[in-house]
């Protein structure tokens, strides 16, 4: 049975710029998220407090952080990779942080130059010290459906990374198909190999849509009782570090698909358009999402 109601996460622009190549200008980035504040979100990822030589897109995130409009309704959160990351974010008074690492061990030290077991202390900590200044934190697990560089990733492993994440006390984990790679058929095998172990309602889906299946992986995940989904307007999107890895989940796609089906998301379609339209000017390229290319032709 599918829900009535899904919560979607804005990731754009996090995951959608730190794969820019063209530079977004501060004022535009800000002026976007201020758009994108007014659409109706729950919850927005607006950038990342990691260093700015492996992801020069995002060095403004202090600056953007105390810029934005603030919507009450709306939970503003950044990624942090260790606890320089989190008491940068700490100063800004976000209101959420993310801690991110991998289940494959090639991607998590491309990624944030760490084994996977010298990870743990890193984020144990990070975890420790955000819940004492009262802070909700979310974690992401990446290449839940395949690597880049070592291909299959064993559900195992996954469950395994998940579960002491989750033991740190996150409140959330997100499961990130970065290279978008995974099937239908694959999602149906998986996440009821994963419920084994841990409880649902803690779990998002962090869907790539590299090769077109974001859409058909969220209806599987919905159909698994997964109700909370990370995407990126536009489909704008990826991971550096991950060879590959192009946009995200579109949102405007998912909003439409769901509303659709007559599943709410307290997501504004009109106001999406408007900030899609924005960006895709900003960024003087149209973004790939259906919705987007319906705009593009009217
Ligand atoms: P490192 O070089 O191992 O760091 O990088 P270090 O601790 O050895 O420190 C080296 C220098 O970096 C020091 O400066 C630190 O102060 C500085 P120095 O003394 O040499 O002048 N430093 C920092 N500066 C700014 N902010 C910080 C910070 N930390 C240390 N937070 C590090 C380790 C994690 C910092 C680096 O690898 C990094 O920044 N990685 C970021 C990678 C990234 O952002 N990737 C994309 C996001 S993940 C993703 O997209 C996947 C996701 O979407 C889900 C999915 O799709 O699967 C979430
Ligand atoms: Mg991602």
Known sequence: ELPDK???????????????????????????????????????????????????????????????????????????????????????????????????????????????????????????????????VRGYVSTVFGCPYEGDVPVEQVAEVSEKLLSMGIDELSLGDTIGVANPKQVDDVLPRLQERLSFDRIAMHFHNTRGMALANVLVSLQHGITTFDASLGGLGGCPYAKGASGNLATDDLVHMLHKMGIETGIDEQKLKEAGDYIQKVLKQSLPSHQMQVLNKE
């Open 6 to 136: 899904v919560t979607i996460k804005e990731v754009g622009p996090r995951d959608g710029l730190q794969n820019e190549s063209e530079e977004v200008p501060f004022k535009d980035k800000v002026a976007w998220i201020d758009l994108l504040s007014e659409a109706g979100y729950s919850y927005i990822e607006f950038s990342s407090f990691v260093h700015p030589k492996w992801i020069p897109q995002l060095k403004d995130a202090r600056s953007v952080a105390t810029s934005i409009r603030r919507n009450p309704e709306t939970t503003y959160a950044a990624l942090v990779p260790n606890m320089k990351g989190l008491e940068a974010a700490l100063e800004t008074g976000v209101d959420e942080v993310s801690v991110f690492m991998s289940a494959s061990e090639t991607h998590n030290k491309k990624n944030i130059n760490k084994s996977i077991e010298e990870t743990y202390p890193v984020l144990e900590e990070v975890v420790k010290m955000a819940k004492q200044e009262s802070k909700t």
